[in-house]
């Protein structure tokens, strides 16, 4: 009975220190909360060196491109050099054919070209824009050999005279006012407000084998005679041919086959 009494007093007084002293135990729930944050923390780190791997990869392609950048922009100067100079003999080009060309649209042509050699002088116009500019330019004037166009101009011999006939009387039959310009006047417009519109009649050139012109009334035309460098009269017959070409050339009329009047050399 002293044994068992003693060791029921051995145990009491062990409960007793247990309760004075706290100790932490493990338990099965808490190893596995601790195994899936070891867990998680193991996926975070793989990302991590995934993200840095890609980075990584990143960084070396832009640096390659940083490097090939810095190459290309050490031939810039030759390069910009080479497109100036094919830009200036792409001008001069231009302007010889002006110059050898029927006179149709000279000024507005010539305007263009001072437009593409003011780009040339400019240091500050990228080379690229220079370039651009010249092949705009140059299939501009391609393309007038594959046309047929026309526009309002003054007489080639007498320049003016609608105009003249206008400042004396706009109601003669030479002045012969469109319907928008006598609202023009109307409204309190003078003649000379509106004088850019008054034009003595209409030029239209057939590619580059014919260069026309036919007063507004259709009283008589002209044809630019290359060799001569002069205006020789047109037949009765080729004004209505042209008058009906600058109709279409103008979008007045449908599409058609027109005739252009040439001159042509005689076999020997």
Not at 101 to 115: H, I, M, N, T
Request: contains cysteine.
């Amino acid at each position: 009975m002293r044994f068992k009494i003693a060791h029921i007093a051995l145990c009491a007084g062990l409960l007793a220190g247990a309760q004075l002293v706290s100790v932490p135990m493990a338990t099965a729930q808490d190893a596995d909360a601790a195994a899936n944050s070891y867990a998680v923390l193991l996926d975070r780190i793989a990302n991590k060196q995934i993200e840095t791997a890609q980075r990584q990869v990143m960084l070396q392609s832009q640096q390659d491109k940083i490097a090939r950048l810095e190459a290309q922009i050490e031939q810039v100067p030759q390069t910009a050099e080479a497109v100036r100079g094919i830009a200036v003999k792409m001008a001069n080009e231009i302007e010889k054919q002006i110059e050898q060309d029927l006179p149709f649209r000279r000024e507005e042509r010539y305007a263009r070209l001072g437009q593409l050699l003011g780009m040339v002088n400019d240091e500050d116009v990228r080379p690229s824009d220079l370039y651009r500019r010249a092949m705009a330019v140059m299939d501009i004037e391609v393309n007038y050999g594959n046309s047929v166009s026309a526009y309002t101009g003054d007489h080639p011999l007498t320049p003016g005279r609608r105009l003249a006939a206008c400042r004396e009387d706009v109601a003669s039959a030479t002045c012969n006012l469109s319907t928008d310009s006598r609202k023009k006047l109307e409204a309190g417009a003078t003649i000379d407000d509106i004088q850019s519109e008054i034009k003595d009649g209409n030029y239209v050139h057939f590619g580059r084998m014919s260069f026309i012109y036919l007063d507004l009334d259709s009283r008589e035309g002209f044809r630019w005679n290359q060799e001569s460098s002069e205006w020789d009269k047109l037949s009765s017959g080729d004004i209505i041919n042209t008058r009906r070409a600058v109709r279409i050339a103008r979008g007045e009329s449908a599409p058609g086959v027109v005739t252009a009047p040439i001159r042509v050399q005689a076999a020997q």
